[in-house]
C-alpha cells in the first residue's frame, strides 16, 4: 500500500510535469508560431483598433442602423440581469420545448421585426432568428435574415436597398470546403463593411 | 436530408471505421510491448518514469493490485485538484484576477473530473485561472480517461489469458503513446481552424456599436484537444463547444466529433487483437454501430420537424433552432450530440434542455446504456457486461452452461456483471428520487412540467454514466447538487470498474473448455440480435416507467400544442 502510494505520487509529478506544463507551452508556442492569427483570437480592426473577434458575436440590437444578429439568452455575472452577447458568461436560455415564456419570448421578436420593418410578413422571418442560440455568441445568421433587415437599415442609415444588397452579397460565406454547414452571414464582418462605407 | 448533412456523418463514421483498425492495431502493439514507431522519442522519458517507480514492462499485479493503485492513484488526483482549485487566488497564470474555489464546487468539480465525467457546475470563463485550466483540470483531462483505459487493457489482457500487466505502465504507455500524440495533432488542427491559444488576458474591447465587451481567450485549442480525445467533456468556458471560442465551424466540429470516437472504437478493435476473435469483435462493433445510428436518427429527425407549438407561428422553415449555433448545421449538431452521449464525453454543441422530447429519449439512451462505444476501455468493460449477462441468460433458455472466450461462466461472473448493471438504475433512481423528495432537490428544477423531472433525472444519469453533460437548467451549482452528484460519479465509476476487474480474473483464473459443435457462438448474426434485444429489453425495464414520466410525457403534450408555466 505504502509502495503504490510512494508510486502514485511519482508518477503524478512527471506526468504532470509532462502534460501540464510541457504539452501546454509546446501548443501555445506551436500555435502562436505557425498560426498567430488564430491563436490571439481572430481579432478584426478597423483603422487599427480591434473591434472584435471574427468568431464572437456581438450586440447591435439596440442601434437601428445595424444589422442584428440571433437573440442571446446570456445575462451579467454581477448583477444577473441581460445582457446580451456577454462573451465573459456564454449560455444558452435553456428554455424547455413547451416553456410559456420560450414561446413567449419568440412572439416578442417577431413583434420587434415587424415593428421596426414595415411590411414584414411573418412568413419571411427565418425561424433561427428569433430563437436564440446554444452560446449567447453565435456570431451568424442566415443570408436571409440579413436580407429582410435591409429596409429598416436603408430606412435609417440613408443608404439605398439596392446598395445594402449588394453589401450584403458580397459578405455571404460559403460552407466549409464548399460542403460543411450552411451558407450564412458574419454579423460582425457584414457590419464592418456597412461602418465602413458609412465612414470612409 | 441535405447533402451537407450526408457528407458530414460520412466524414465523421467513415473517419471513425477507417482509423479503427490501425489505431487498434497500433495499439495491440504498445500493450503488447513490440516496437513502433514512436520508440525513439517516447522510450527515453518512459525509461525513465519506469527506472523512477522501479517497475518494468514485465511488472505484473492481481485484479485486487491493479484496483487499489487505479483508486489511490486517482484519489491523490482528487486531493491535489481540490487543494490547487482551493488555493487559486494565490497561484501565478492568473491574468485575469480569479478568487478561490469555494469548497462545495471545488469538490464537485474535483470529483467529477477524476471519475472522467466532467460535470460543469462551474463556469469556466469567469471562475477559472489558466494555471487552474491547464494544470489542474487539463491534467485531469489526460491522466483520469489514461486511468480507465489502463484498466479496460487490463481486463482484456486477463480475458484473453494473459496476466493482468501493471497499472503504472499502462498508465505511462496510454498517455505516452496514444493520448499525447494525438492530443497535439487535433492541437494544432483546433488552432489552424480559429480556437484560441494564448496565455495572454482577456481581451477588453470597444464594438463598433459603441459598447465594451470583454471576450475570453486562453490556451484553450490544446484543452478541446484532449478534452474530446478523452471524452471528458468539461468546457473551457460555461456554453461548451457552442461557444465559437471552442468550437469556431462546422470544420471544427467535425474533428472534435471524431477526436471523442477515435480510441474508444479503436478499443473494440484491439480486444479482438488481444483474444484473436476479430469476429467477436466485429459483432460488438456491430451492436454499438446499430445503436449509435439509432441515436443519430433519433436526434436528427424530429429536430428537423420542429417545435409544433413554434411552427404554428408561422415562421420561415421549422427546425428547432433553440439552443443551437447557426454553423454547424443540423447534420453537424447531431453527429455531435449523437457522438458526446455514445461515447460519454459529455461536451456539448447545443443546449440539450431545449432539445425535442424523442432527442432527450435518446440522450438518456446513450448514458442508460454506457456502452455505446462508451469512454475508452470503460466502455468495452460495460459491453462485455451486457455479453455475460446474456451469454447467461442463453445458456439459461437452452439448458446448457453458458461460456464465453471458451471459460465457463458460472455465479461469480454472473453475480459480478449484474452488481455492475443493477448499480447503474440504482444510483439513477435512488437519487432521482431523493431530489424530488425534498426541497433542497426540487430547488434545482429550471423547466416547468415533465421537463422539470427529466433535469432532475438526466443530472443523476450523467453524473452515474460519468458523462458530464447536463439539462442547462438544473440549478447544477446548488449546494444539493455540487454533493450529492459528487458522491454519485464516484461509487458510479469506481464500482462498476472493480466488479468487471474481478470478472477479468475470475476468468484468468479457469481452465479453458474446448469448443465443441455444441458450443454457443457469440460471433454471429444471431448473437448480435439476441445481445442487442437484451441490452434493449434489460434497459426498457429499468428505465421505462421513469421514462415515461419524463419525456415522454413531454412528448405527447408538446405535440397536444399543451404549454407550461
Not at chain 1, 446554444?134 to 440613408?158: C, E, F, M, Y
Not at chain 2, 457528407?7 to 504498445?30: A, D, E, F, Q
Not at chain 2, 487543494?83 to 494565490?90: D, E, I, K, V
Not at chain 2, 448493471?421 to 433512481?429: G, R, Y
Request: hydrophobic share 50%; charged share 10%.
Amino acid at each position: 500500500m505504502v509502495l503504490t502510494l510512494k508510486r502514485a505520487v511519482l508518477s503524478t509529478i512527471s506526468l504532470w510535469i509532462i502534460l501540464a506544463w510541457g504539452y501546454t507551452f509546446l501548443m501555445v508556442g506551436l500555435g502562436q508560431l505557425f498560426f498567430p492569427y488564430q491563436a490571439n483570437g481572430s481579432p478584426v480592426s478597423v483603422r487599427g483598433h480591434v473591434v472584435g473577434l471574427q468568431h464572437v458575436g456581438q450586440y447591435f440590437g439596440n442601434n437601428l442602423q445595424y444589422f442584428w444578429g440571433r437573440p442571446s439568452d446570456t445575462v451579467s455575472v454581477a448583477t444577473g440581469k441581460p445582457q446580451p452577447y456577454n462573451a465573459f458568461a456564454s449560455s444558452p436560455s435553456n428554455y424547455g420545448p413547451t416553456n410559456a415564456k420560450l414561446i413567449q419570448d419568440i412572439q416578442a421578436r417577431i413583434h420587434m421585426y415587424r415593428q421596426t420593418t414595415p411590411g414584414l410578413h411573418v412568413s419571411r422571418i427565418p425561424i433561427s432568428l428569433v430563437e436564440s442560440s446554444g452560446s449567447g455568441l453565435d456570431p451568424n445568421i442566415a443570408v436571409q435574415s440579413a436580407l429582410i433587415q435591409i429596409p429598416r437599415i436603408a430606412k435609417h442609415t440613408g443608404l439605398s436597398e439596392k446598395t445594402l444588397k449588394h453589401l450584403v452579397a458580397t459578405q455571404i460565406l460559403p460552407p466549409d470546403l464548399g460542403v460543411f454547414g450552411p451558407r450564412r452571414i458574419n454579423v460582425l464582418l457584414l457590419n464592418k463593411a456597412l461602418y465602413q462605407m458609412l465612414h470612409h | 436530408m441535405t447533402v451537407s448533412t450526408v457528407l458530414t456523418w460520412l466524414v465523421v463514421i467513415g473517419g471513425l471505421l477507417i482509423l479503427m483498425k490501425p489505431l487498434g492495431i497500433y495499439m495491440y502493439k504498445v500493450f503488447t510491448f513490440q516496437p513502433t514507431i514512436l520508440d525513439r522519442p517516447m522510450k527515453p522519458i518512459e525509461g525513465l518514469i519506469f527506472r523512477l517507480l522501479h517497475v518494468s514492462e514485465t511488472s505484473q499485479m492481481n485484479a485486487v493490485e491493479y484496483g487499489v493503485a487505479f483508486v489511490i492513484t486517482n484519489m491523490l488526483w482528487a486531493v491535489m485538484a481540490y487543494t490547487l482549485l482551493r488555493m487559486q487566488g494565490a497561484l501565478p497564470f492568473n491574468p485575469n484576477h480569479f478568487g478561490n474555489i469555494n469548497p462545495q464546487l471545488a469538490f464537485n468539480t474535483s470529483a467529477s473530473f477524476v471519475t472522467n465525467t466532467n460535470w460543469q457546475a462551474y463556469s469556466g470563463e469567469n471562475t477559472m485561472s489558466y494555471f487552474s485550466a491547464f494544470a489542474v483540470l487539463q491534467f485531469l483531462q489526460f491522466v483520469t480517461p489514461a486511468s480507465g483505459a489502463a484498466t479496460g487493457v487490463a481486463f482484456v489482457r486477463a480475458v484473453s489469458g494473459r496476466g493482468l500487466g501493471n497499472f503504472f505502465v499502462d498508465l505511462t504507455l496510454v498517455l505516452t503513446r496514444v493520448l499525447l500524440p494525438l492530443a497535439v495533432i487535433f492541437g494544432l488542427i483546433f488552432v489552424a481552424l480559429g480556437v484560441p491559444e494564448t496565455l495572454g488576458p482577456y481581451l477588453h474591447l470597444h464594438t463598433l456599436n459603441n459598447q465594451s465587451q470583454v471576450v475570453p481567450r486562453g490556451p484553450i485549442a490544446s484543452w478541446e484537444s484532449i478534452e474530446h480525445l478523452g471524452q471528458n467533456g468539461g468546457g473551457f468556458t460555461n456554453a461548451n463547444s457552442a461557444n465559437p471560442l471552442e468550437n469556431p465551424s462546422a470544420l471544427s466540429n467535425i474533428f472534435q466529433a471524431i477526436a471523442m470516437g477515435l480510441v474508444p472504437v479503436a478499443f473494440f478493435y484491439l480486444f479482438g487483437m488481444f483474444t484473436g476473435k476479430k469476429r467477436l469483435a466485429w459483432t460488438l462493433i456491430a451492436v454499438a454501430g446499430t445503436l449509435y445510428l439509432a441515436m443519430l436518427a433519433m436526434i436528427y429527425f424530429p429536430e428537423m420537424a420542429g417545435n409544433p407549438i413554434i411552427n404554428a407561428l408561422g415562421l420561415h422553415g421549422h427546425a428547432n433552432m433553440v439552443g443551437k449555433e447557426l454553423r454547424f448545421g443540423m447534420g453537424g449538431t447531431s453527429i455531435f450530440e449523437t457522438s458526446t452521449m455514445a461515447f460519454t464525453t459529455g461536451s456539448v454543441a447545443s443546449a440539450h434542455d431545449s432539445f425535442l422530447p424523442i432527442p432527450s429519449l435518446a440522450f438518456f439512451l446513450g448514458m442508460f446504456l454506457n456502452m455505446v462505444f462508451g469512454g475508452k476501455g470503460v466502455g468495452l468493460l460495460n459491453m462485455l457486461m451486457f455479453v455475460i449477462i446474456t451469454v447467461f441468460l442463453m445458456g439459461l433458455m437452452v439448458g446448457r452452461t453458458p461460456e464465453f472466450l471458451g471459460k465457463k461462466i458460472e455465479a461469480r461472473e454472473v453475480s459480478l456483471a449484474s452488481i455492475a448493471f443493477l448499480l447503474h438504475p440504482l444510483l439513477i433512481l435512488a437519487g432521482a428520487a431523493i431530489a424530488t423528495a425534498t426541497p433542497a432537490g426540487l430547488a434545482g428544477v429550471f423547466n416547468p412540467g415533465p421537463q422539470g423531472l427529466s433535469e432532475i433525472l438526466y443530472g443523476f444519469t450523467s453524473a452515474a454514466a460519468n458523462n458530464g453533460s447536463a439539462m442547462g437548467g438544473l440549478g447544477a451549482s446548488l449546494p444539493f447538487y455540487e454533493v450529492a452528484l459528487g458522491i454519485v460519479v464516484i461509487i458510479g465509476r469506481y464500482a462498476s470498474i472493480m466488479a468487471m476487474l474481478l470478472v477479468g480474473q475470475s476468468l484468468l483464473r479457469k481452465k479453458a473448455v474446448p469448443e465443441t459443435s455444441g458450443t454457443m457462438r457469440t460471433d454471429t448474426p444471431l448473437f448480435w440480435g439476441i445481445l442487442l434485444g437484451s441490452i434493449v429489453i434489460l434497459n426498457a425495464l429499468t428505465f421505462f416507467p421513469v421514462m415515461a414520466l419524463g419525456p415522454i410525457a413531454e412528448h405527447y403534450l408538446l405535440m397536444a400544442h399543451h404549454v407550461f408555466s
